[in-house]
């Protein structure tokens, strides 16, 4: 009955069960490592004291910005040159923008600043002038994948999508920092920005992604199986039904 199993046809037929479930089973458990990394990861993040409660360092010496650095309080001195909005951002469920001022520091490199975020509509405060220190927590700069970045265009002059010195590279003539710190304490008129955790240590909608591959993969892998079964039960059957003269029937 079941010498069908020997046929070339059924020879790719298991051929191809014999890889695809191993691949299957493999990618699964490369998915679900993916995940426990990243909870491995967290855990060892929150054991961790915040970042913001250690001792405000020189900003070159946290450069540059991994997962040790990214929320360690950095103090730059300098002063400030052009400020750009950065709308779209949501702060307590309310929509504004960021305020993000160019600090030049006395090493001539210059280094965005959020001096805060801004109700939508709202005017934007002058920064100081004169030679001020400042000092916040540092970020990484946004890419495309960032919380609230805007990377489709169309903004008007004086506004940024992404924080970023590839995005400021085509708008000003300076030499700008590959990163970027948050203030602390904001002027009138304007909220702190949070610090955003590091790229990687937080269990967010990439990290539970991981975990839906893993289960996909898995079932992917019994479907296979599932399929097989179904497969060489239904040529049995016809192989019976033939041998006993019923095929025409």
Not at 125 to 152: D, F, H, M, W
Request: hydrophobic share 45%.
């Amino acid at each position: 009955m079941y010498r069908f199993l020997r046929t070339p046809r059924w020879w790719g037929i298991n051929l191809f069960v014999l890889l695809a479930i191993p691949f299957c089973v493999f990618m699964g458990t490369w998915q679900l490592g993916k995940f426990e990394d990243r909870v491995d990861t967290h855990q060892e993040a929150e054991r961790r004291p915040a970042p913001s409660t250690a001792a405000a360092e020189p900003l070159d010496s946290l450069l540059p910005v991994d997962k040790e650095t990214s929320g360690r309080t950095a103090e730059a001195r300098g002063r400030f040159g052009d400020q750009f909005l950065v709308p779209g951002r949501e702060l307590d469920g309310r929509s504004g923008a960021y305020v993000l001022t160019l600090l030049r520091t006395d090493g001539g490199r210059s280094l965005p600043v959020v001096r805060g975020w801004l109700p939508e509509g709202a005017p934007a405060p002058a920064p100081p002038s004169g030679e001020v220190t400042v000092v916040g927590a540092l970020q990484a700069s946004e890419n495309q994948g960032s919380k609230g970045v805007r990377a489709a265009g169309g903004l008007s002059e004086g506004q940024l999508g992404m924080i970023s010195a590839a995005s400021l590279v085509n708008v000003v003539t300076d030499d700008v920092y590959d990163a970027w710190i948050t203030l602390a304490d904001s002027p009138a008129g304007l909220t702190p920005v949070p610090a955003a955790a590091a790229a990687g240590t937080g269990l967010d909608a990439k990290a539970f992604q991981n975990l839906g591959y893993t289960a996909e993969w898995f079932v992917f892998a019994g479907f296979v199986l599932f399929m097989w079964f179904r497969l060489v039960r239904r040529e049995a059957e016809a192989s019976r039904d033939e041998a006993l003269g019923l095929s025409g029937a």
